[in-house]
């Protein structure tokens, strides 16, 4: 009975705080949009997305497992907290060893500072991570809420400043580096707990194997989600590539907001009754239907005003997104409702489950995307929105 109090009442929290959070981004968005050029948005998705596929293969998602198991010693969480920040630390050197490439590769000079200021992140965010999962498995939405928020407005204020002050596209990667400073300052203030000088890799090695299913799993669902800027970064401008990623983040922003809100509170949730499959399956498609209410409706609206909405809110020189936020739209909204499907299994401990259908759902976007460039940027806007409701189907 305590433990549904604590799912309501954290549901309750993350609902308020992810609202307020989506009025912030979109206060955001419009301020930045109108600073910046096309040319900036796509560049960081570029760094984003170079950044992503390394970390991909380098960072295990111990948390995962720390959630999981409900009860974690001193010694295993020490164990898992160094092996963590081992781990982090090949990522940034790898990354930074490798930003010349990654400039190479997609034709972009500018890409090699930005990748290896961006790539500081990575050395801050094992600092909090351990703490950040013992409050999710924890059931403390509340103080979770506080955390994010926190991060996300300080960090916002600092990319205005940064994008008011001439810094471009640096104004973006700034805004990440003090969302996870501040994350760090607060989650430290409100867990204290401090790793001992420990490391057993035999009492950890069962939290590992569990990581490593729930890793490949994430893996899979992040070449879902990300292979459209892996190809398109390629075959396109930084303009256009721009566009392409305003329009992206315009309709997916909401989506994951929306997704968040019940990945984060469902994974946690359904971990502590995992035996209990009848009452995980009723949670699901309660969730299902919630999601349902309040994204397609949303989308819809967006996509049949794209066109007042951008000149009245971001100016002319979006004018070029348009289209793609009309079609992206509805791609969206199909999005939504298989966003965060793959709770279910990972919190019964099968997370493999998902990396199945992550796997086919990224057969499908390649598919899609390799056919659409062919003839524009539309076409792939127009191709994916069919890779999404066979995706939502699969």
Known sequence: MKTNSKIIKGGFYLTIVNVLYQFLAIIVNIVLARLLLPEDFGLVALTMTYIGFITLFTNMGFGSSIIYENDTSQEQLSSIYWLNYGLSIASFLIIISTSQFAASFYNEPKLTPIVLVAAINILVNPFYIIQYKLLERDLE?????????????????????????????????????????????????????????????????????????FKVSQMSMYFERNIDYLILGKFFTSVVLGYYAFSYNI????????????????????????????????????????????????????????????????????????????????????????????????????????????????????????????????????????????????
């Open 141 to 213: 939405f509340k103080t979770i809420s506080k955390i994010n928020l926190s991060g996300t407005l300080i960090g916002s204020i600092a990319a205005i400043i940064g994008a008011y002050l001439g810094l471009g596209v640096y104004a973006l990667i700034l805004q990440s580096l003090v969302s996870s400073a501040v994350r760090l300052v607060m989650i430290m203030l409100y867990k204290r707990w401090l790793p001992s000088f420990y490391f057993n890799f035999k009492e950890i090695k069962h939290m590992i194997w569990y990581s490593l299913k």
């Open 251 to 394: 309709m997916y922003t909401p989506v994951k907001r929306i997704s968040y809100i019940f990945s984060e509170v469902l994974f946690p949730s359904f971990s502590s009754f995992k035996n209990d499959k009848e009452k995980i399956i009723k949670g699901y498609f309660k969730s299902v239907n919630l999601i349902a209410l309040v994204s397609i409706p949303a989308m819809t609206i967006l996509a049949f005003n794209a066109d007042f909405i951008i000149h009245l809110v971001f100016g002319q020189k979006w004018d070029g997104a348009i289209p793609i936020v009309r079609i992206l739209c509805f791609a969206g909204a199909i999005q939504s409702l298989s966003q965060f499907g793959g709770v279910i299994f990972s919190s019964i401990g099968k997370p493999e489950v998902a990396m199945y259908v992550s796997i086919g759902r990224t057969i499908l976007t390649v598919l899609a995307i390799v056919v659409g460039v062919q003839y524009g940027v539309l076409w792939v806007a127009y191709m994916l929105v069919i890779a999404k409701v066979l995706s939502f189907i699969l």
